[in-house]
């Protein structure tokens, strides 16, 4: 079956660094997202891979390895309104995303 | 208006009701999905429509019945619902299906209660 694994929730301090881990078993492979949903908003586009290595994006950085079935999100210099649900999605070989149940970042003075 | 949009924004609905929920984008997409998402559980694709064709529909009970009359709108009909349906239903959009690099784009979701 296809899985995609991340950490329910999560808690950081403002000014610090969090990584959110993304581990995935899917039918094929055709690039991973991370997303991000604020409570009671629509989620939105934060990142994409589709090779190995670094992608950053200002405060935010998203890595892959295929190879381990692996990726993080990486966010830097939190601010509260950082604090949302971040969901881990892979396309697969359909070109479907198959979606984690995402993670909730809460973000502390 | 801008991006996609869904309406309503909330709905409270017994199981005998029938009633109807409605997405349009604004971005020029070809595709358009359904979701699901309900608490601690991740998002469940329902339907996909490419160029107003369903392309995907997975294993959806019949009591949730789509509509694509154009590439810009997207309907969901619902009746005889359980309880268990309440959830958060999203609708998306995307330049095409079938993309390696699908972005999608979200509208605010409806609040479905069903009683």
């Known amino acids: 079956g296809q899985n995609i694994d991340q950490p329910t929730e999560m808690t950081a301090t403002e000014g610090a660094i969090v990584q959110i881990n993304c581990t995935y078993q899917t039918s094929g492979f055709n690039g991973l997202f991370w997303y991000q949903q604020h409570a009671g908003e629509a989620p939105t586009f934060l990142s994409y891979?589709?090779l190995d290595g670094l992608e950053e994006k200002g405060r935010f950085s998203s890595f892959l390895s295929r190879s381990k079935g692996y990726s993080y999100l990486l966010l830097k210099e939190l601010q509260m309104k950082d604090s949302a649900s971040y969901l881990c999605a892979v396309a697969d070989s359909n070109y479907q995303l198959i979606w984690g149940a995402g993670t909730k970042l809460i973000i502390k003075p | 208006e801008t991006g996609v949009t869904q309406t309503p924004r909330h709905l409270v609905m017994g199981m005998t009701n029938k009633k109807s929920l409605k997405c349009e984008q604004h971005l020029g997409h070809n595709a358009m999905y359904w979701y699901k998402q309900s608490a601690k559980k991740p998002l469940e694709l329902m339907f996909v429509y490419s160029l107003e064709e369903r392309v995907e529909n997975n294993s959806v009970p019949s009591r949730f019945s789509p509509e694509c009359p154009n590439s810009s709108h997207l309907f969901l009909h619902l009746h005889t619902l359980q309880p268990e349906d309440s959830a958060l239903y999203l609708c998306?959009?995307?330049?095409?299906?079938?993309?390696?690099?699908?972005?999608?784009?979200f509208g605010p979701g409806t609040r479905l209660t069903v009683l």
């Open positions: 891979n589709v």
């Open positions: 998306a959009s995307s330049q095409e299906a079938g993309d390696p690099y699908n972005e999608q784009f």
